[in-house]
């Protein structure tokens, strides 16, 4: 975003954020006057508390854990309550509405065109002769019974594999099978897991992958922009299709189309009693890992930036974004040819405060690259593959096959909606200023 590129709407909706930012900082000072210093210590005050006792409820375990407990509950409402004693609680929450329309006006200045995130659309060409879908009827609580999924899809002239039997099924080799018999497309109804191992064998092939939303959270399906409510309605795409070229992330080998975790999470889904009680699991396991008794100890390179024994990395087939509360949203993209990287380090209370800076905190790293290396002082660790946990030789390498899959979706979806970019106040600032005017490199030649 420069001032060449934006619009007469973006610009002032720029000098509208800074007006409204000014007006929040007025209420302050004017209804509050002094106090106004008073009321943002005491927020800032209560946010240090409540990340240090957050951090403590979840490495220690005991007394220490319940009181941590009641210390990160009891901070907000000591704010609220010191603010109503003080007749300061409306003047807080007008003030905040105020900042937060300034926050609504400044992404809308700053939001980008749709042809910036949307992924370009081909035609689904040729029309698939046999197509081959492999579906899950246990994935996502039942959907493809629930969907009538396999008989819609045979309608349509598709071949259907049901994965049932006690027995584990290989699902790589069903569908290297499906296309040596012929099968001229690939798509899968079930969890992510089970759509990268497929998506891998599609893209080896060249041929075009459907992918049908029957899974349990369906994240791949979500950053394609498909409908996660009707899964049936995925299966358009083989009759009314257009084409979508994604990138497939590649981890020692083996593809994954989402993302790929180490270190704290990882460790935890790895615990055998995980898939039984997975809250008392977390909270029995996370104590160890972030003292740093149990958990490989990890190093990570990329692009020249070592992050060293990092409690958890997070390497995404393409950056998530970061413009929601969390840190992590969606995908608008996925054809950037880059891998996202997340690492956390926080070995104490002072570094989980630290994370107050954001994006700038000391044990927070985000970067994107083409290729990391993640090494460990175990000869095995586990790693969250989709979801998925697997052990791991290491040195574990990431790198991204750029516009690997031929992806087929419906022409009618619901699409995606446009990510939230960060706020940036020095490029508001830029924005906001007078429109320059674009001067051609001819004219610059003839002044010469």
């Given at each position: 975003?420069?001032g060449?590129t934006s619009?007469?709407a ?6 509208l ?5 000014g007006?929040a ?6 209804f509050?006057g ?41 901070a907000p ?10 007749d300061l ?12 329309l300034a926050?609504?006006?400044?992404r809308?200045a700053?939001?980008?065109s749709p042809?910036?995130?949307r992924?370009?659309?081909y035609p689904?060409?040729p029309?698939?002769?046999h ?9 996502g609580?039942?959907k ?7 008989h819609r899809a045979e309608d349509?002239g ?15 080799k069903v569908?290297?099978?499906a ?5 001229d497309?690939?798509?899968v109804?079930?969890g ?5 191992l497929?998506?891998g064998i599609a893209?080896e092939h ?11 959270r369906?994240h ?6 498909l409908d996660r409510e009707d ?11 257009v084409?979508l ?5 590649v981890?020692n ?5 989402n993302?790929?975790?180490f270190g704290?999470?990882a460790e935890?889904?790895e615990?055998?009693a ?5 809250l ?10 972030l003292q740093?008794h ?7 390179q990329?692009d ?12 995404s087939n ?8 969390a840190?992590?949203g ?5 054809d950037?040819?880059?891998?996202g ?15 107050l800076?954001?994006r700038?905190?000391?044990?927070l790293?985000?970067?994107t ?6 090494s ?9 593959v989709d979801?998925e946990s697997?052990l791991m030789?290491?040195p574990?390498?990431?790198t991204?096959s750029p516009?690997a899959l ?12 446009a990510?939230k970019?960060p706020?940036?106040?020095a ?18 030649i003839?002044r010469?």
């Amino acid at each position: 975003m420069n001032g060449l590129t934006s619009t007469p709407a973006q610009r002032w909706l720029a000098r509208l954020s800074f007006v409204l930012a000014g007006l929040a900082i007025i209420i302050l000072l004017v209804f509050a006057g002094l106090k106004s210093l008073a009321m943002v210590a005491v927020g800032l005050a209560a946010a240090v508390v409540g990340l240090a006792a957050a951090y403590f409820f979840l490495s220690r375990r005991g007394i220490w854990r319940w009181l941590s407990l009641a210390v990160f509950v009891a901070a907000p409402i000591a704010v609220i309550v010191v603010y109503a004693f003080r007749d300061l609680l409306w003047i807080a929450v007008l003030s905040a509405a105020v900042w937060l329309l300034a926050s609504i006006t400044a992404r809308l200045a700053l939001a980008r065109s749709p042809a910036d995130w949307r992924m370009p659309e081909y035609p689904a060409q040729p029309p698939a002769r046999h197509p081959y879908l492999i579906m899950n009827p246990k994935s996502g609580g039942g959907k493809v019974e629930k969907f009538d999924l396999k008989h819609r899809a045979e309608d349509l002239g598709a071949e259907v594999f049901l994965i049932g039997g006690p027995e584990p099924v290989d699902v790589a080799k069903v569908a290297r099978a499906a296309v040596e018999a012929g099968a001229d497309l690939l798509g899968v109804a079930g969890g992510d897991g089970t759509q990268a191992l497929v998506a891998g064998i599609a893209a080896e092939h060249g041929l075009p992958f459907v992918v049908i939303s029957a899974g349990t959270r369906n994240h791949f399906a979500l950053d394609l922009g498909l409908d996660r409510e009707d899964p049936s309605a995925c299966l358009s795409a083989l009759s009314d299709g257009v084409e979508l070229r994604a990138d497939l992330g590649v981890i020692n080998g083996q593809t994954f189309v989402n993302n790929a975790s180490f270190g704290a999470y990882a460790e935890v889904v790895e615990t055998p009693a995980y898939r039984g009680d997975k809250l008392n699991t977390t909270l029995n396991t996370l104590p160890d890992l972030l003292q740093g008794h149990r958990g490989a100890r990890l190093h990570v390179q990329a692009d020249g930036m070592e992050i060293e024994a990092p409690q958890a990395l997070l390497v995404s087939n393409n950056p998530y974004g970061i413009g929601d509360i969390a840190g992590l949203g969606r995908r608008a993209r996925l054809d950037r040819g880059i891998l996202g990287v997340v690492g956390v380090t926080v070995a104490s209370a002072r570094q989980a405060v630290g994370l107050l800076r954001g994006r700038h905190a000391t044990g927070l790293s985000m970067l994107t690259t083409k290729q990391i290396e993640i090494s460990a002082d175990a000869p095995r660790i586990p790693v969250g593959v989709d979801g998925e946990s697997v052990l791991m030789s290491t040195p574990v390498m990431c790198t991204v096959s750029p516009r690997a899959l031929r992806v087929w979706v419906p022409r009618d979806r619901p699409g995606i909606p446009a990510p939230k970019p960060p706020v940036s106040w020095a490029r508001l600032r830029h924005l906001a200023g007078p429109a320059r005017r674009r001067t051609s490199s001819r004219h610059r030649i003839d002044r010469r």
